[in-house]
């Protein structure tokens, strides 16, 4: 797809920010559903489950500027979530690695990020055929 003029570039850069938005609202489900699927495998019994590494998925607003349009899918490792020395920073690390007794299913982030590249082309396909 090649824009000729500057109607057809503006018309392709809105197609490109309903594509972004979209890709963005899949991404976020992509790492919801990884960081749920952590939650089921093992159950531990050293330590309560809170469910707060599942609320860490986040989608940043898109950044439209230009001729640029970006957003940041993340987990948020922000949260006051404190486990004894365990910082939510720790926590994910852990969690993902599988290490430091922390019960689930590891590689959460490694699948999000899997999912989500085949989101993104699966929809960006979809919009610029």
């Known amino acids: 797809m090649v824009a000729t003029n500057m109607s057809e570039l503006n ?17 976020l489900v992509d790492m919801q559903k990884e960081t749920a ?4 495998q ?3 019994k ?13 989608v940043s607003p898109l950044s439209v500027g230009g001729t640029q ?6 987990l948020d490792k ?3 979530y404190r486990t004894g020395t365990f910082s939510m920073s720790d926590v994910l690390t852990n969690a993902e690695a599988h290490t430091a007794g922390i019960l689930g299913k590891p590689k959460f982030w ?13 929809t960006m396909k979809r919009f610029f055929r």
Not at 37 to 40: C, D, V
Not at 46 to 58: A, H, Q
Request: net charge positive.
């Open 42 to 44: 093992g159950s531990p």
């Open 11 to 27: 018309r392709m850069m809105n197609q490109l920010q309903a594509a972004m938005s979209e890709a963005s609202s899949l991404m």
């Open 37 to 40: 699927a952590f939650y089921s």
């Open 110 to 122: 490694a699948n999000s990020e899997k999912r989500m590249k085949k989101t993104f082309e699966k």
């Open 78 to 80: 922000s949260r006051g």
């Open 69 to 74: 349009i970006s957003f940041d899918a993340y």
């Open 46 to 58: 050293m330590y309560k489950r809170t469910g707060t590494l599942g609320s860490t998925p986040k």
